[in-house]
């Protein structure tokens, strides 16, 4: 199975690799307007055309702090993905579970305390193969620019005690990169550094 995966795309709509499975790891609408009503209509708009013209078998995404239509529950209902939110879905006999939360870092959408962090990820009762989380682990590919890391201990807790084969995720811009958690591999796979400037491509993995 090959997975194509992008994080943090805050609008941007790029020409897509081929793959199976195209995964995207929230902060999907633009940086420009965070109302609801603009968000919705960007989804129901743009971003529905451009996931009926990418030839992916299936599409799996998060939402992530920016992505506020989705914590008021007003995004449309029928786009052509599979939009995950604490749940699981299976497709062709991997796994993939879906994480929007991250640490509270201003007053933005699926922000968690600590305790909060671990309440949402008691849902995670089985391991999935591919750990969709927005955020970072700690100590993982959650390096700001200005060298602080911010990634969460909960998160990071989860991948140890689950062990999944693959954690998408991005949040942090500049952090985008590979790299390995205990057996898991992580991939921050956010398309835009740290200026919200195109920057990165979509990660191709093949699982």
Known sequence: MRLVCLSDQHGHLPDLPEGDVLVLGGDLCPIDDHAIAAQAAWLDGPFRAW??????????????????????????????WTYLQDGAADIAGVTFYGFPWTPILGPWAFEATPGQMQEHLA??????????????????LDRTWAGYRVGSPEVR???????????????????????????????????????????????????
């Open 123 to 140: 849902h995670l009762a089985a391991a999935p193969d591919v750990l969709v989380a927005h955020g970072p682990p700690s100590g993982c």
């Open 51 to 80: 996931l009926e013209r990418a030839a992916f078998a299936r599409v799996v995404g998060i939402a992530g702090n920016h992505d506020f239509v989705f914590e008021a529950g007003c995004q449309p209902r029928d786009l052509p």
């Open 157 to 207: 807790e989860a991948v140890l005690h689950h062990a999944p084969r693959l954690v998408i995720c991005g949040h942090i811009h500049e952090a985008h990169g590979r790299a390995r958690l205990a057996g898991s591999e992580v991939v921050n796979a956010s398309l835009l550094d740290e200026r919200y400037e195109p920057a990165f491509a979509p990660v191709v993995i093949d699982l």
